[in-house]
């Protein structure tokens, strides 16, 4: 038997919810824009890695986060008393490394998911998911969901506090536009995060309180005046935004012709603008191809919401 599994893309923090928002994405012209694991049954584990970013993968395939997520999964198997199997997994790596794209993520998500099919889905949601932030934990260094969680169940999730469930999908704006444009240059989570204050004052903490509660608000009363008045990222995006050459002026730039907002996806490099029209939509991401790209590895993609999440292809 052999699986096929994708895992898409997504906004990390979707610039007001800082490590509590993620949107899964996906191309509108069809593009896989995410990792593919594939996973058959073999005489040994073995992992092989393919694909147009493979080469920014360690050459060692106890060195890859897939290689990790077969052996937590296998620990998980057998704290259930069940046997795990040996496997050839393949990752094919669409995405690159440190774009902001929640690449680590589509890994995880695809590799933890192919596994879980291959076995008859001996492992629910919930369970999944706790892997898959333990695997995001050991990349980044700390315990987030906001990448994991869209890839995994689709559309825009709300990570929650509690401790029996890790995420509750929100109603999105899934007729508008994301314009997604990765330079071509990379960025590490880590390093990212290390820019970031330790500690935000009172005032601070108020102003982020209140943004992404009128946005919330605003997408259970599907009322996009509310949510994309104020769309201000006060926790990451003055810190980050001189980790991206000419993100202001792409952002500037781009709230003028239209759009209604424009942010940081993840960690970045990768910019995300939201517009209300493909048309518009088109004209701006034309524009980020001659501006906003450094090296021949960037890209633009016009996307929609991911409303699927990760999901078998064969």
Known sequence: MKIEVFAPASIGNVSIGFDVLGLAVQPVDGTLLGDVVTIEGASENKLSVVGEFASKLPAEPEQNIVWHCLNLFNSYMEKRAFQPMPVHLTLDKKMPVGSGLG??????????????????????????????????????????????????????????????????????????????????????????????????????????????????????????????????????????????????????????????????SGSGPTLFCICKNEQTANELACWLKENYLKTPLGFVHVCKADTNGARVLN
């Open 103 to 264: 690449s680590s993520a589509c890994s995880v998500v695809a590799a933890l998911v192919a596994l879980n099919v291959f076995y008859n889905k001996p492992f629910d949601d919930e369970t999944l998911l706790k892997m898959m932030g333990e695997m995001e934990a050991q990349i980044s260094g700390s315990l987030h969901y906001d990448n994991v969680a869209p890839c995994f169940l689709g559309g825009l999730q709300l990570m929650l506090p509690t401790a029996n469930k890790v995420t509750t999908t929100l109603p999105s704006f899934d007729d508008h536009f994301y314009i997604m444009a990765y330079p071509g240059i990379e960025v590490s989570t880590k390093a990212a995060r290390e820019v970031l204050p330790d500690s935000y004052s009172r005032a601070q903490a108020i102003e982020y309180g209140q943004i992404l509660a009128s946005f919330v608000d605003a997408c259970y009363r599907k009322d996009e005046e509310q949510a994309f008045a104020i769309f201000d990222d006060v926790i990451a995006e003055p810190y980050r935004k001189h980790l991206l050459p000419g993100f202001e002026q792409a952002r500037d730039y781009l709230m003028a012709q239209g759009g209604l907002a424009v942010g940081i």
